[in-house]
């Protein structure tokens, strides 16, 4: 009896984690397109005069407007017409058109489009592992040892998206019943004050129904 209640504890914990990630998996990719949009102010302004902004800047912001209001094909419009250049607007249509293809059920396009990104070299290195993961993200149920490597990659190098690698990880690992392993990536997250709040809180809520 006792082993029957021990397993149906384990099933439920694995379902509180999984429910946890598919929520969180929202606000990832919110706080995904944030860090993009910080970027542009940050990295990319300087290499446009202001007309050049201007223009471009009003056109992806009605993208992101008509986005807002769930007019997909009204923001898909807005953003292909930004295709138009190799700048940073451009590529992040791309990403914006890709988001727009997953939430109207279009995966695999979406999907395409990552994978894409993820192998231009034209575009930034930062960029190119933001598509990487996003694209992970959403085949968290059929990952294989090649991506777990490119994972475990940006886990273990500083770079802007470690914090979310590592919480992918320490899931993932929960998930296929390493515990060591999951703690081991999850702390990291949490223990490190320069990580995000929301970051450190998802660790730590997916550690607490770790350690239970």
Do not use: C
């Amino acid at each position: 009896m006792s082993d029957i209640l021990h397993e149906i504890d384990e099933d439920l914990r694995r379902d509180r984690l999984l429910n946890l990630w598919k929520k969180y998996n929202k606000h990832i990719l919110g706080l995904i397109l944030f860090i993009l949009i910080t970027i542009i102010g940050t990295n990319f302004w300087k290499s446009y005069n202001l007309n050049q902004q201007m223009n471009r800047g009003l056109i992806y912001q009605q993208g992101l407007n008509a986005s807002k209001l769930n007019s997909f094909e009204a923001a898909e419009s807005a953003f292909e017409k930004l295709l138009d250049k190799q700048d940073i607007y451009a590529t992040l249509a791309r990403f914006q058109i890709a988001n727009i293809k997953q939430k109207t059920g279009k995966v695999n396009e979406a999907q395409s489009i990552y994978e894409n990104l993820s192998q231009d070299k034209k575009i930034e290195k930062d960029l190119r592992d933001l598509a990487q993961i996003t694209l992970l993200l959403q085949q968290f149920d059929k990952l294989d040892p090649n991506q777990i490597k490119i994972l475990e990659g940006l886990a273990t190098t500083e770079n802007i998206w470690q914090p979310l690698a590592l919480n992918f990880l320490g899931l993932y690992y929960y998930k296929n019943g390493d515990l060591e392993k999951a703690k081991q990536y999850l702390e990291k997250t949490s223990d490190n004050l320069s990580t995000s709040s929301n970051l450190r809180n998802q660790a730590t809520e997916i550690l607490s129904i770790i350690k239970k």
